[in-house]
């Protein structure tokens, strides 16, 4: 039961740590989905400007390639980044599932414990006494016992 018990924390542990794992990649997301979404007005504000004039066009020309490429940057880490936050998911999913696992173990092993010291105080009393016992009711008793499978 010790051992379950530590099983339990590290598992406790490693949950949390799946946890706020998963909760910095959802942060990153939205702080680059902010950038783009940023970086989406400054364009259509570039944009605006470059109708303006011949300069302003002009202006427009170099802008774009610098704006083409940071979006495209921008757009390549959020892609990432939600890749990691589905895998993120995943292992966090998996480290509950393996820590409810392990309380559900320990809840058997807990209620297991008294059947089965009551089912060998039960052996203990039929091996200790069987002059009292009937023969033929000994014989069914022992087939029983000899049937019966132990708890776990």
Known sequence: MRKLKILIQ???????ERRVEAAGIETAIVEVRRQVEAHDVVAAAETELA???QLALAA???WVR??????????????QLERA???AREALHAAYA????????????????????????EACV??????????????????????KPMPA
């Open 98 to 121: 393996e820590l409810r696992r392990l309380r559900l173990a320990a809840g058997a092993a807990a209620g297991a414990a008294p059947k089965r010291a009551a089912w060998q105080a």
């Open 66 to 79: 610098q704006g083409r490429r940071r979006r495209q940057q921008l757009s390549e880490r959020l892609g």
């Open 10 to 16: 590290i598992a406790q542990r490693n949950a949390n």
């Open 85 to 87: 936050g589905e895998a």
């Open 51 to 53: 109708q303006r004039g």
């Open 126 to 147: 039929q091996e200790q006494d069987p002059r009292e016992q009937d023969p033929q009711e000994q014989d069914l008793e022992l087939a029983l016992v000899r049937t």
């Open 60 to 62: 427009f020309g170099l």
